[in-house]
C-alpha cells in the first residue's frame, strides 16, 4: 500500500518562500515520476511541476516557472521524495497543494494535501 506524506505548507507573506515535502512509502520500485498539483476553492485541480524518476527531467507550469523549483531524493534510497521550493510566491499561488505519484502499469497515487497561504 503506498502513502504520501506531504509537509511544509503554512502561511506565508507575499515575497516569501516555502519548501514543500512529500514522501512516497510502501513502494519505490517502478516509479516513474512524481509531481505536485494545487487546488483553489471551487476550481478544479491543476498541473504545477513534476519530475521524472529516472533521468530528473523537470517540467513546470507557466505561472511557476522561475519561481518554483522540483527536486527529488537519491534514487537509490530507501523512501522516495519530491520537494518543491517555492520562491517570490504570490497571493494567487494560495492553494492546496497534493503530492502525486505515477507507476508503471498505470498506478497513481495522490497525497491528502497542504495548505498554503500568501497573505499579508
Known amino acids: 500500500q503506498v502513502q504520501l506524506e506531504e509537509s511544509g505548507g503554512g502561511l506565508v507573506q507575499p515575497g516569501g518562500s516555502l519548501r514543500l515535502s512529500c514522501a512516497a512509502s510502501?513502494?519505490?520500485?517502478?516509479?516513474?515520476?512524481m509531481g505536485w498539483y494545487r487546488q483553489l476553492p471551487g476550481k478544479e485541480r491543476e498541473f504545477v511541476a513534476t519530475?521524472?524518476?529516472?533521468?530528473?527531467?523537470?517540467?513546470?507550469?507557466d505561472s511557476v516557472k522561475d519561481r518554483f523549483t522540483i527536486s527529488r531524493s537519491n534514487p537509490r534510497n530507501p523512501k522516495n521524495t519530491v520537494y518543491l521550493q517555492m520562491n517570490s510566491l504570490k497571493p494567487e499561488d494560495t492553494a492546496v497543494y497534493y503530492c502525486?505519484?505515477?507507476?508503471?502499469?498505470?498506478?497513481?497515487?495522490w497525497g491528502q494535501g497542504t495548505q498554503v497561504t500568501v497573505s499579508s
Open positions: 519530475i521524472r524518476w529516472s533521468g530528473g527531467s523537470t517540467y513546470y507550469a
Open positions: 502525486k505519484v505515477d507507476y508503471h502499469q498505470g498506478s497513481t497515487y
Open positions: 510502501g513502494r519505490t520500485a517502478g516509479t516513474i515520476a
